[in-house]
């Protein structure tokens, strides 16, 4: 059964730079059907898509927050990682690896996340 | 402010029908991108609910569906349980392939 693994230091300060790595087991990153990405949640608040790679390389990212992020994609080793530059307190939060099901003609719908990691705390702090 | 608009709360009593609604617009819900429903309970990753609008993943009781309609789509519970006290969001697709969630729902069962 396939499984995502988030990992990556927990306190990051000011103004650095967050990076989080998601390891993929059980299963094959290189796969038509998805997408792989990055959602966050602050404390006590909502979701937020942050954006997702597909494992030839290409992105998406939520525009709000286009001009901090990179994911980027190793399949050799099976990881997709997460940079995300100059940040807050507001970037404070639970981030959460995900397997997003892509517009590869095979599911009846498409873009939603049907596998989630379970989540690392990131704390921002100088 | 969240892309999609839910209310922040509903309650209703063990066996009653709630329904939470999801506000989208001509970019997202509007533009034809299915809605997806997720649930989590405190602490734990959010689980996919329903999918595509109104499909349950395996092991999702039929007590639990979906709908849309234009701009908005909705999620009903019926036969309400105290274990389904927990947070509801809706997602879509926006335009750029990039999702989009809902505030949030908390789910009070009384």
């Known amino acids: 059964q396939l499984q995502l693994q988030e990992s990556g230091p927990g306190l990051v300060k000011t103004s650095e730079t967050l990076s989080l790595t998601c390891t993929v087991f059980?299963?094959?990153?290189?796969?038509?059907?998805?997408?792989w990405g990055w959602i966050r949640q602050p404390p006590g608040k909502g979701l937020e898509w942050i954006g997702t790679i597909y494992y030839s390389g290409s992105t998406y990212y939520n525009p709000s927050l286009k001009s901090r992020v990179t994911i980027s994609v190793d399949t050799s080793k099976m990881q997709f990682s997460l940079n995300l530059n100059s940040v807050t307190a507001a970037d404070t939060a639970v981030y959460y690896c995900a397997r997003i099901l892509r517009d590869s003609g095979y599911s009846a719908s498409y873009g939603y996340v049907d596998l989630w990691g379970r989540g690392t705390l990131v704390t921002v702090s100088s | 402010q969240s892309v999609l608009t839910q209310p922040p709360s509903v309650s209703g009593a063990p066996g009653q029908r709630v329904t939470i609604s999801c506000t989208g617009s001509?970019?997202?819900?509007?533009?034809?991108?299915?809605v997806h429903w997720y649930q989590q309970l405190p602490g734990t990753a959010p689980k996919l609910l329903i999918y595509?609008?109104?499909n349950r993943p395996s092991g999702v009781p039929d007590r639990f569906s979906g709908s849309k309609s234009g701009t908005s789509a909705s999620l009903a519970i019926t036969g309400l349980l105290a274990e389904d006290e927990a947070d509801y969001y809706c997602q879509s697709y926006d335009s750029g392939l990039v999702g989009v969630f809902g505030g949030g729902t908390k789910l009070t069962v009384l």
């Open positions: 001509s970019s997202n819900i509007g533009a034809g991108y299915d």
């Open positions: 595509g609008n109104n």
């Open positions: 059980g299963g094959s990153i290189s796969s038509y059907t998805y997408y």
